[in-house]
């Protein structure tokens, strides 16, 4: 027995969550399949339009194709996220919180259309050079002709504007967004958005002002949007914790920035355990004689180093400077980002791009 076309399949017992999710998905237009445990959840799994687990589920059938949004409820705290990491499920949802961004999410479930790639860049520690990265991989993929996006993830980060020199380009910012609720038209997105380097970016914007958050379920629909209207989504994410709950598990691939040094494979290893579980690999800055080869690194962190950063003196003085862009150009960097790009291959939705 399968579940019907266009069903959602709700894994839980929990009498209070079943009650939140069948308004959500009335609202979402759909059909709600409710079970009470893993075990029977498994003969609908891979037929369902979309699985939501509740937060009372602590396993999962062993075989499964359709991607699981974690569903808990306001007050659970970082055990909900922890339960996902632990569980392999790749969205989660607070409820009443994320109603909004959960109708949209089912509806879209039942009528998928082409999506583009979300690349999440984090740092394994402080000063590795993960927004570095995540520009020059940006500037890569649009001087191939793809459309992307560069997004700041870190609110106390200081603005990825700056490093692009482009505070004054028009466009929105994050501030901008924080009152956007369920979906949002990916078209008038990419219309909106600043342009620096051939490429479009979200920033929070430089300024000493005191800046209003945005909510887990607006940043959620604004990179939902993003991936609608965007082959590929380079996402700074930022090694904070409200980060690292939020814009990191909207990524389908994660890349970690490490220096070439034992202390920054140590610290890149605890990070590790705060990351969503999805393919990831490694960046490894530094010169080539450096005091850790790449393969020392990869040992140490236990992921594949899929590209080597090139540690320039030059770097510093760019970012202070927004000359990044104009470093970008050189062979050896371009030769950097094209690396990525072959790890993404056949993830990255960019038919134009040759």
Same mark, same amino acid.
């Given at each position: 027995?399968?579940?019907? *076309?266009?069903?959602?399949?709700?894994?839980?017992?929990?009498?209070?969550?079943?009650?939140?999710? &069948?308004?959500?998905?009335?609202?979402?237009?759909?059909?709600?399949?409710?079970?009470?445990?893993?075990?029977?959840?498994?003969?609908?799994?891979?037929?369902?339009?979309?699985?939501?687990?509740?937060?009372?589920?602590?396993?999962?059938?062993?075989?499964?194709?359709?991607?699981?949004?974690?569903?808990?409820?306001?007050?659970?705290?970082?055990?909900?996220?922890?339960?996902?990491?632990?569980?392999?499920?790749?969205?989660?949802?607070?409820?009443?919180?994320?109603?909004?961004?959960?109708?949209?999410?089912?509806?879209?479930?039942?009528?998928?259309?082409?999506?583009?790639?979300?690349?999440?860049?984090?740092?394994?520690?402080?000063?590795? +050079?993960?927004?570095?990265?995540?520009?020059?991989?940006?500037?890569?993929?649009?001087?191939?002709?793809?459309?992307?996006?560069?997004?700041?993830?870190? $609110?106390?980060?200081?603005?990825?504007?700056?490093?692009?020199?482009?505070?004054?380009?028009?466009?929105?910012?994050?501030?901008?967004?924080?009152?956007?609720?369920?979906?949002?038209? $990916?078209?008038?997105?990419?219309?909106?958005?600043?342009?620096?380097? +051939?490429?479009?970016?979200?920033?929070?914007?430089?300024?000493?002002?005191?800046?209003?958050?945005?909510?887990?379920?607006?940043?959620?629909?604004?990179?939902?949007?993003?991936? *609608?209207?965007?082959?590929?989504?380079?996402?700074?994410? +930022?090694?904070?914790? &409200?980060?690292?709950?939020?814009?990191?598990?909207?990524?389908?691939?994660?890349?970690?920035?490490?220096?070439?040094?034992?202390?920054?494979?140590?610290?890149?290893?605890?990070?590790?355990? &705060?990351?969503?579980?999805? &393919?990831?690999?490694?960046?490894?800055?530094? *010169?080539?004689?450096?005091?850790?080869?790449?393969?020392?690194?990869?040992?140490?962190?236990?992921?594949?180093?899929?590209?080597?950063?090139?540690?320039?003196?030059?770097?510093?003085?760019?970012?202070?400077? +927004? *000359?990044?862009?104009?470093?970008?150009?050189?062979?050896?960097?371009?030769?950097?980002?094209?690396?990525?790009?072959?790890?993404?291959?056949?993830?990255?939705?960019?038919?134009?791009?040759?």
């Amino acid at each position: 027995m399968s579940a019907g *076309r266009g069903e959602v399949l709700l894994v839980t017992s929990s009498g209070v969550l079943r009650a939140e999710v &069948e308004r959500i998905v009335a609202a979402a237009g759909g059909k709600l399949r409710v079970v009470a445990d893993a075990v029977e959840g498994g003969r609908y799994w891979d037929s369902a339009a979309a699985v939501l687990v509740g937060s009372d589920i602590r396993e999962l059938p062993p075989r499964r194709s359709t991607p699981a949004v974690m569903v808990g409820l306001d007050g659970e705290g970082d055990s909900l996220w922890h339960l996902a990491a632990a569980l392999g499920a790749e969205r989660v949802a607070v409820l009443p919180d994320a109603a909004a961004w959960l109708a949209d999410h089912l509806s879209r479930s039942r009528s998928p259309g082409p999506g583009g790639l979300v690349l999440g860049v984090i740092g394994g520690c402080g000063g590795a +050079g993960a927004t570095t990265a995540a520009i020059w991989i940006a500037q890569a993929a649009a001087g191939l002709g793809a459309r992307v996006l560069l997004v700041d993830g870190d $609110p106390w980060g200081g603005g990825l504007e700056l490093a692009l020199a482009a505070e004054e380009n028009p466009g929105l910012r994050w501030p901008d967004l924080a009152e956007a609720r369920g979906s949002i038209d $990916p078209l008038q997105l990419t219309d909106s958005l600043p342009v620096a380097g +051939g490429f479009s970016f979200l920033s929070w914007p430089a300024t000493r002002e005191q800046l209003l958050p945005v909510a887990a379920a607006a940043a959620a629909g604004v990179l939902d949007a993003a991936r *609608r209207g965007y082959e590929l989504v380079v996402v700074d994410v +930022g090694r904070g914790a &409200e980060p690292l709950r939020t814009v990191a598990w909207d990524c389908d691939r994660i890349l970690l920035v490490v220096p070439a040094q034992l202390q920054a494979a140590v610290a890149a290893v605890r990070l590790l355990q &705060e990351l969503p579980p999805v &393919e990831a690999g490694l960046l490894v800055r530094g *010169r080539p004689g450096a005091a850790l080869d790449t393969s020392l690194i990869a040992d140490a962190v236990g992921l594949p180093v899929q590209g080597r950063i090139p540690d320039l003196r030059a770097v510093a003085g760019a970012m202070e400077s +927004g *000359r990044l862009l104009d470093l970008g150009k050189r062979r050896n960097i371009r030769h950097f980002g094209g690396a990525v790009l072959d790890w993404l291959g056949e993830d990255l939705p960019a038919g134009d791009v040759e």
